[in-house]
């Protein structure tokens, strides 16, 4: 199996809304994933409380079989249209793929 995490920092006002509404709008979409694409065998996504200056904005923990299904996963439409407003709110995101 292989862990995919990535964490995000908004841009605060980046398409009208704070930070924290990036990270709710991230949650509520990533989570509903579930069910939609096939190769996902868990997924959390946590929003940061702490807000300190290291901290980051939302983190997700997706777990899916190997390297070809974190592939499918990634070139999901569902999951492209994700991507397309991340990358539109994000100023900066940082990843981590291991074994488990």
């Known amino acids: 199996m292989l862990k995919h995490i990535v964490m995000w920092r908004y841009k605060d006002g980046a398409e009208g809304k704070s930070s924290q509404e990036h990270a709710q709008w991230m949650k509520q979409n990533l989570e509903a994933l579930v069910g939609v694409v096939p190769e996902i065998q868990s997924l959390e996504y946590g929003i940061d409380e702490m807000s300190t200056p290291a901290s980051y904005h939302g983190v997700l923990t997706v777990v899916v079989a ?29 990843v981590v793929d291991y074994t488990l």
Do not use: F, G, Q
């Not at 299904?69 to 539109?88: F, G, Q, R, T, W």
């Open 66 to 94: 190997d390297a070809e299904a974190l592939k499918c996963y990634a070139n999901h439409p569902e999951h492209l249209k994700i991507v397309d407003y991340a990358s539109k709110v994000t100023e900066s995101r940082v």
